[in-house]
Structure formats: C-alpha cells, structure tokens
C-alpha cells in the first residue's frame, strides 16, 4: 500500500525497508489503541485477527509443549484469508491510513 505492489512500481531497496520495517510489538500495540475505533469494521477485524495470530506465534515459538491440532492451524489460516479480502475490500486511503498507523510511530502533539 505505501511502496506500490509491482516491480516496476516500487524500488527493491524501499520494498525491502518496509517489508521489515513492521515492529510486531509497535503493530500490536496500535491494533489495541482506542484509535483503531475510528476505522471502518473489516479494518478493525483485521487488527484484532492480527492480534490473536500474534498471541499464537508467540506461543508456539516459546512455548514447546503448546498444543496445536492441525485443524487449529487450518482454521486460523481461513480466519486470516477472510480477514485479508475484507482488509482488501475496503477503501484505498483507509488501508493507507491503517499501515501507517501500525508502522509510523506517533508523536506526542
């Protein structure tokens, strides 16, 4: 959304910094913040699927004795497919909003 999604849209160099430029606990903390209210529904969904998926990761890469049924795994991937075609589907500057909101660090006014 912020680079572009071709090749020959976006510099390899920029794609590169944004694709790892995500602090999961900074996205996570604004997926919790009140502001995240002021986006539409699906927006919001896709923050809170975001949210718990975290949660899971964090559980599965730390913990070696968490149980996970592959049902689990496939179910959690479905809920994350509908979550990215209802983020998708929603307006352009609202997704643009969205991603700086989860990647830029806000400041203090």
Known sequence: ???GSDAEVHSKP??????????????KA???DNLIQ?????????ADTFKA???KRHLADYDPYVPVAPSEIQQD???L???????DGQDEKDRRAFCAFVLLKRRKE
């Open 14 to 27: 920029a794609w590169q910094q944004t694709y790892r430029g995500l602090e999961h606990r900074a996205a």
């Open 77 to 79: 991937i479905d809920t």
């Open 81 to 87: 497919k509908e979550a990215i075609k209802n983020f």
């Open 1 to 3: 959304m912020l680079i």
């Open 53 to 55: 998926l975290q949660t």
């Open 30 to 32: 604004a997926c919790v």
């Open 38 to 46: 002021k986006f539409p529904d699906a927006i919001q969904e896709y």
